[in-house]
Antibody
Framework: EVQLLESGGGLEQPGGSLRLSCAAS????????MAWVRQAPGKGLEWVSA?????FYADSVKGRFTISRDVSKNTLYLQMNSLRAEDTAVYYC??????????WGQGTLVTVSS | EIVMTQSPATLSVSPGERATLSCRAS??????LAWYQQKLGQAPRLLIF???TRATSIPDRFSGSGSGTEFTLTISSLQSEDFAVYYC?????????FGQGTKVEIK
């Protein structure tokens, strides 16, 4: 059974940093591209970043966020720097299967506020 | 960036009735279109990919159609567990983009 478990969310001040993690199990992690998708409170879904053979970023986070993965730990990461109030959202980890998102984690809430 | 536009924003339907949701892309995405269901407080769930292929374990009352720029998700006979928000998403181009969602509520 595919499982994706996010962690690392919390309250951070504007300009601060957080690192999100997503522990994956139930599939060959190294063989699949992965992504982060976020959802601001009461809003829709927004793709943030993806990693496969290359990395991709939404314009809204480019230069501030970095996606990475550790295949030895079956873990996906999102390093978020220079956080802004508009980054406040639930962040979901999602597996590509192969081009759409076939499995999602339950999400971790990031709140950026002073 | 491809803009995905869903209509209507809210659809009020009685249980057992048919629901038809629309999704339009600002340029062709061929058949690279997925639909997701999101219930309150839960993560999204994949329903349809390739515009018309049901994902694993999705009931056959859900069907998708369309190609190019116009797509439809049809729920043939709404069950209580189908009241949720539905999103379309294109995966033809980067960045991946979602529609703003259609909320299906009980009439």
């Amino acid at each position: 059974e595919v499982q994706l478990l996010e962690s690392g969310g919390g309250l951070e001040q504007p300009g601060g940093s957080l690192r999100l993690s997503c522990a994956a199990s139930g599939f060959a992690f190294s063989n699949y591209a992965m992504a982060w998708v976020r959802q601001a409170p009461g809003k829709g879904l927004e793709w943030v970043s993806a990693i496969g053979d290359a990395t991709f970023y939404a314009d809204s986070v480019k230069g501030r966020f970095t996606i990475s993965r550790d295949v030895s730990k079956n873990t996906l990461y999102l390093q978020m720097n220079s956080l802004r109030a508009e980054d406040t959202a639930v962040y979901y980890c999602a597996k590509f299967g192969p081009q759409y998102f076939d499995y999602w984690g339950q999400g971790t809430l990031v709140t950026v506020s002073s | 960036e491809i803009v995905m536009t869903q209509s209507p924003a809210t659809l009020s339907v009685s249980p057992g009735e048919r629901a038809t949701l629309s999704c339009r892309a600002s340029q062709s995405v061929t058949s690279n279109l997925a639909w997701y269901q999101q219930k309150l407080g839960q993560a999204p769930r994949l329903l349809i990919f390739g515009a018309s292929t049901r994902a694993t374990s999705i009931p056959d009352r859900f069907s998708g159609s369309g190609s190019g720029t116009e797509f439809t998700l049809t729920i043939s006979s709404l069950q209580s567990e189908d009241f949720a928000v539905y999103y379309c998403q294109q995966y033809n181009n980067w960045p991946r983009t979602f529609g703003q969602g259609t909320k299906v509520e009980i009439k």
